[in-house]
């Protein structure tokens, strides 16, 4: 499981570049800027293994500060699942959300709630799961690898945000940090995509 470290570990980095901002107002915009690359990088992966006990919705992130972005892979008591999307199921197996408790092999794996799973058709058993995370809306703490990695990335993503907020006395500053931080962003996401920079699967085990 990867090592949370506090919000405030980043707001060094992030002053340099705003350096009359408040604690509190940087450590908001950490946060939306550590988001905003976790979603778009997909960076921060961890595996999971957990009984499902209630198919129709099972929580699942458990993982402290973290919100889920996309399910990647998932396994039912050793059967693959599909992961979908709600509006999918409803257009492609219509009766989904109103069939009984079925028997036999589950086929996909959907979230009708945020940070949560479930199983269609709706079967009891043992999960393992991949899971693509970023940072919840109300973290207080981040991954430390985004410290180690990104923080030149995240801290400029920062400043982006609160220098073109309406009191900033230099909005063009912004929006120069945002187009860096926004190329910067495309660059990383080519290198994700294929393959030459990547995180290390952590695995932990829970019951439910």
């Known amino acids: 499981m990867v090592k949370m470290i506090d919000i405030d570990d980043f707001l060094p980095e992030a002053l340099r570049h705003s350096p009359n901002t408040s604690d509190l107002v940087a450590q908001r ?3 939306a800027a550590a988001r905003e690359l976790c979603a778009r990088l997909r960076v921060w992966r961890e595996t999971d293994t ?3 006990t209630a198919p129709d919705m099972q929580g699942v992130c458990t993982y402290r500060d973290a919100a889920i972005e996309k399910i990647e892979a998932a396994f ?3 059967v693959p699942l599909e992961p979908k999307t709600v509006a999918w199921l409803d257009e492609n197996e219509p009766t989904w959300s109103i069939a009984d408790e079925a028997t036999g092999n589950a086929r996909y794996v959907t979230q009708l709630e945020p940070n949560t799973v479930t199983v269609v058709p709706r ?3 043992t999960m393992k799961i991949r899971l693509i995370l970023k ?6 703490s981040l991954p430390e690898f985004l410290l180690e990695d990104y923080s030149d990335e995240i801290s400029r993503g920062a400043a982006a945000r609160i220098l073109t907020d309406a009191n900033s006395t230099n909005p063009q500053l912004g929006l120069d940090h945002r187009a860096w931080f926004t190329d910067r962003l495309d660059y990383l996401a080519i290198k994700v995509a294929k393959g030459q920079q990547s995180a290390p699967l952590r695995t932990k085990g829970s019951s439910f």
């Open 29 to 31: 915009h950490i946060l």
């Open 50 to 52: 957990f009984e499902v």
């Open 76 to 78: 039912l008591n050793g």
């Open 123 to 125: 079967i009891a058993g």
């Open 135 to 140: 940072p919840a809306r109300d973290a207080f």
